[in-house]
C-alpha cells in the first residue's frame, strides 16, 4: 500500500460527503435562481458554478493530501501575492454593485480579496502557533498580538475598502484565532472594549450614507417601526426578501412553478442578479419553504461541528489554528448570509459558502476544506515518527513527504 493510498483512504469521507452535498445543491439552487431569467447568459451561471467545482476538486484533494506543514514557509509568499492582488483591483479593478472588488485575468472575473483572506488565515496560524516556538520573544501575548495585527490590519483595510462585506470577516476570524493561540483573556476583553467604543464614530464618519441606511432600516423593519423605513429607496431589496421567505410556507413554493396563487415567484421577478450569490438563500427558503432553510443551514452546521472535531483532533497547534480560522469565517459568511436575507442583519454582501454562485470563492472554499482535511490526515505524523525511532523503521512507513 503507497504511502499516498493510505493518506486517502484515511481521509474524514463523512466531511467529504457533506462538501459534496453542499456543493451539488448550491449548483441546484443557482440554477433555479438563474433559469428562468430573460438574459441566456444569466440562465447557464449554474455551469459556471459547476466549472469552478471541477476545478476545485482537485485543489481540495491536492490540499487534502500534502502535509500542512508546507504553511510555515509558503504563508509568507501567499500572503504577499494576497496584498499584490488587492493593489491590482486599486488599480485596474472592475467595478460590480458599486464595489470595485474584481479583476478580469484570461477573461475570468477573479476576486483577489477571497485569496488575501485564505493566506491570512494561514499566516495568523503560523504567527500564533509557530512563531513562540521558533523565537521565545513572542512568547509575550502583546507582542503576538502586535505581530498579528500588523500582519491582518493591511489586508484588512485594503478589503473594506474595496468590499465592506468581505472585510468585515476579518474580525471574527482574528478573535477567534487569538482565543485559541493561548492570548490571555485580558487582552482580548480589553480589545473588544476599544472596538465596541469606536464603533458609534465608525458609524457616523466612516460609513457612507447609504451603509448608514441600511443598518437603521433593518432596525426599523424588525422593530416594526415601517413609518420610519422608505420600501421604495433603501429597504425596497430587504421587503421583496422578507416577502420571498414569508410566504414560501413549510413546503415552498417549488422549484418548477412560476407562480402561486396568482402571485410571481419574488426571487424570479423582482429581486436583481445577486439571487445566485447575496441572495441565494432567499431563493432556497421561497422554492422549498422552511424544511429547505432548516436542511441547508444543517447541512452547514454539520460542516462546522465536522471541522471543531477536527481542530480538537490535530497534533499541534498550527493545525489547531488553521482549522479554527477557516470555522470562523464559513460561520460568519453563513450568519451574515442567512441573517440578511431573513432581515435580521443590515444587507451587506457575503455569500454562503458552497451554495452562493462564485468561481473563486468556491475554489477557494475547497482549498481551505482541504487544509482541514489535512489536519485530519495527518494528525497521527507526530506518533507515527516516535514510534518508528523506538522500533525502527518499517518498509511501510514510509508515508512522512
Given at each position: 500500500?503507497?504511502?499516498?493510498?493510505?493518506?486517502?483512504?484515511g481521509m474524514?469521507w463523512?466531511?467529504v460527503?457533506?462538501?459534496t452535498?453542499?456543493?451539488v445543491?448550491?449548483?441546484?439552487?443557482?440554477?433555479n435562481?438563474?433559469a428562468?431569467?430573460?438574459?441566456?447568459?444569466?440562465?447557464l451561471?449554474?455551469?459556471d458554478?459547476?466549472?469552478?467545482?471541477?476545478?476545485g476538486?482537485?485543489v481540495?484533494f491536492?490540499?487534502?493530501?500534502i502535509?500542512?506543514?508546507w504553511v510555515?514557509?509558503?504563508c509568507?509568499?501567499?500572503?504577499?501575492?494576497?496584498?499584490?492582488?488587492?493593489v491590482a483591483?486599486?488599480?485596474?479593478?472592475?467595478?460590480?454593485?458599486?464595489?470595485k472588488?474584481?479583476l478580469?485575468i484570461?477573461g475570468?472575473?477573479?476576486q483577489p480579496?477571497?485569496?488575501?483572506?485564505?493566506s491570512?488565515?494561514?499566516v495568523?496560524?503560523?504567527v500564533?502557533?509557530e512563531?513562540?516556538?521558533?523565537l521565545?520573544?513572542?512568547r509575550?501575548?502583546w507582542l503576538r498580538?502586535?505581530?498579528?495585527?500588523m500582519?491582518?490590519g493591511?489586508?484588512?483595510i485594503?478589503?473594506?475598502?474595496?468590499?465592506l462585506?468581505?472585510?468585515?470577516?476579518?474580525?471574527?476570524?482574528?478573535?477567534?484565532?487569538?482565543?485559541?493561540g493561548?492570548?490571555?483573556?485580558?487582552?482580548?476583553?480589553?480589545?473588544?472594549?476599544?472596538?465596541v467604543?469606536?464603533?458609534?464614530?465608525?458609524?457616523?464618519f466612516?460609513?457612507?450614507?447609504?451603509?448608514?441606511?441600511?443598518?437603521?432600516?433593518?432596525?426599523?423593519?424588525m422593530?416594526?417601526?415601517?413609518?420610519k423605513?422608505?420600501l421604495q429607496?433603501?429597504?425596497?431589496?430587504?421587503?421583496?426578501?422578507?416577502?420571498?421567505?414569508?410566504?414560501?410556507?413549510?413546503?415552498?413554493?417549488?422549484?418548477?412553478?412560476?407562480?402561486?396563487?396568482?402571485?410571481?415567484?419574488?426571487?424570479?421577478?423582482?429581486?436583481?442578479?445577486?439571487?445566485i450569490?447575496?441572495?441565494i438563500?432567499?431563493v432556497?427558503?421561497?422554492?422549498?419553504g422552511?424544511?429547505g432553510?432548516?436542511?441547508?443551514?444543517?447541512?452547514?452546521a454539520l460542516?462546522?461541528?465536522q471541522?471543531?472535531?477536527?481542530?480538537?483532533?490535530?497534533?499541534?497547534?498550527?493545525g489547531?489554528?488553521?482549522?479554527?480560522g477557516?470555522?470562523?469565517?464559513?460561520?460568519?459568511?453563513?450568519?451574515?448570509?442567512a441573517g440578511?436575507?431573513?432581515?435580521?442583519?443590515?444587507?451587506i454582501?457575503?455569500p454562503?459558502?458552497?451554495?452562493s454562485?462564485?468561481?473563486?470563492?468556491?475554489?477557494?472554499?475547497?482549498?481551505?476544506?482541504g487544509?482541514?482535511?489535512?489536519?485530519?490526515v495527518?494528525?497521527?505524523?507526530?506518533?507515527?515518527?516516535?514510534?518508528r525511532?523506538?522500533n525502527?523503521?518499517?518498509?511501510?512507513?514510509d508515508d512522512?513527504?
Amino acid at each position: 500500500m503507497t504511502p499516498l493510498f493510505k493518506k486517502f483512504i484515511g481521509m474524514n469521507w463523512l466531511l467529504v460527503l457533506n462538501v459534496t452535498a453542499l456543493c451539488v445543491f448550491g449548483v441546484y439552487a443557482i440554477f433555479n435562481a438563474s433559469a428562468y431569467k430573460d438574459s441566456a447568459e444569466f440562465a447557464l451561471k449554474w455551469k459556471d458554478q459547476l466549472r469552478a467545482i471541477l476545478i476545485g476538486v482537485p485543489v481540495f484533494f491536492g490540499a487534502s493530501l500534502i502535509d500542512y506543514k508546507w504553511v510555515r514557509w509558503a504563508c509568507w509568499p501567499l500572503y504577499l501575492a494576497g496584498i499584490g492582488g488587492l493593489v491590482a483591483v486599486l488599480l485596474f479593478g472592475v467595478e460590480r454593485g458599486g464595489n470595485k472588488a474584481w479583476l478580469i485575468i484570461g477573461g475570468q472575473s477573479v476576486q483577489p480579496s477571497q485569496f488575501a483572506i485564505m493566506s491570512g488565515i494561514l499566516v495568523l496560524g503560523v504567527v500564533f502557533g509557530e512563531l513562540p516556538r521558533l523565537l521565545p520573544v513572542f512568547r509575550r501575548p502583546w507582542l503576538r498580538i502586535m505581530v498579528a495585527g500588523m500582519v491582518a490590519g493591511v489586508p484588512a483595510i485594503m478589503v473594506i475598502k474595496e468590499d465592506l462585506g468581505s472585510g468585515l470577516v476579518w474580525g471574527p476570524v482574528f478573535l477567534s484565532m487569538m482565543l485559541v493561540g493561548s492570548i490571555p483573556f485580558r487582552y482580548m476583553i480589553t480589545m473588544l472594549l476599544g472596538v465596541v467604543s469606536i464603533v458609534p464614530l465608525v458609524y457616523v464618519f466612516a460609513l457612507k450614507p447609504y451603509q448608514q441606511a441600511r443598518i437603521s432600516s433593518t432596525w426599523y423593519m424588525m422593530t416594526n417601526q415601517l413609518d420610519k423605513v422608505d420600501l421604495q429607496n433603501e429597504a425596497w431589496v430587504a421587503k421583496y426578501l422578507l416577502i420571498g421567505v414569508s410566504t414560501a410556507g413549510l413546503d415552498g413554493k417549488g422549484p418548477e412553478s412560476k407562480k402561486v396563487e396568482d402571485q410571481a415567484s419574488i426571487h424570479r421577478t423582482f429581486l436583481p442578479h445577486e439571487t445566485i450569490s447575496d441572495f441565494i438563500f432567499c431563493v432556497v427558503s421561497e422554492e422549498f419553504g422552511f424544511r429547505g432553510a432548516v436542511l441547508l443551514l444543517s447541512g452547514m452546521a454539520l460542516l462546522l461541528l465536522q471541522s471543531v472535531f477536527v481542530a480538537f483532533c490535530a497534533r499541534d497547534q498550527l493545525g489547531r489554528l488553521i482549522v479554527v480560522g477557516v470555522v470562523a469565517m464559513f460561520f460568519v459568511h453563513t450568519f451574515q448570509n442567512a441573517g440578511m436575507n431573513l432581515v435580521m442583519l443590515p444587507v451587506i454582501g457575503l455569500p454562503m459558502p458552497f451554495i452562493s454562485h462564485g468561481g473563486t470563492f468556491v475554489i477557494v472554499c475547497l482549498f481551505l476544506m482541504g487544509m482541514v482535511q489535512s489536519v485530519w490526515v495527518h494528525r497521527n505524523i507526530s506518533a507515527v515518527k516516535k514510534k518508528r525511532s523506538v522500533n525502527g523503521p518499517r518498509r511501510d512507513d514510509d508515508d512522512e513527504d
